[in-house]
């Protein structure tokens, strides 16, 4: 049985920053592409992050994309997200997933997700 949970998420005001942590357990970490997505009210889940399993291949969304940075520790089974310089248009519920392979924006490649962890942006 494979778990993932997120912790980390709150209320913050515009500008603040967050870091959402991601553990995984039951399944070996390392072999698995890690994706950071989010899901705004009425709206559906969109691409926020991912990171290949030895870290050299990093992605973003544009959205997120210098504000953001991914990252994860195999050791640890964790992967994390740091999020800077924060807008209220980023609050949303944001989930971690795993997947064995690409295409990595598209969540129906997710083998794997977390429940989820709500992160508030106050303008």
């Known amino acids: 049985q494979v778990q993932l949970v997120e912790s980390g998420g709150g209320l913050v005001q515009a500008g603040g920053s967050l870091r959402l942590s991601c553990v995984v357990s039951?399944?070996?970490?390392?072999?698995?592409?890690m994706g950071w997505f989010r899901q705004a009210p009425g709206k559906e889940r969109e691409f926020v992050a991912a990171?290949?399993?030895?870290?050299?291949?990093?992605y973003y969304a544009d959205s997120v994309k210098g504000r953001f940075t991914i990252s994860r520790d195999n050791a640890k089974n964790t992967g994390y997200l740091q999020m800077n310089s924060l807008k209220p248009d980023d609050t949303a519920v944001y989930y971690c997933?795993?997947?064995?392979?690409?295409?990595?924006?598209?969540?129906?490649?997710?083998?794997?997700w977390g429940q989820g962890t709500q992160v508030t942006v106050s303008s």
């Open positions: 997933a795993l997947t064995s392979s690409g295409p990595y924006r598209d969540t129906r490649r997710y083998d794997y």
């Open positions: 039951g399944r070996t970490f390392y072999n698995y592409i």
């Open positions: 990171i290949s399993w030895s870290s050299i291949s990093i």
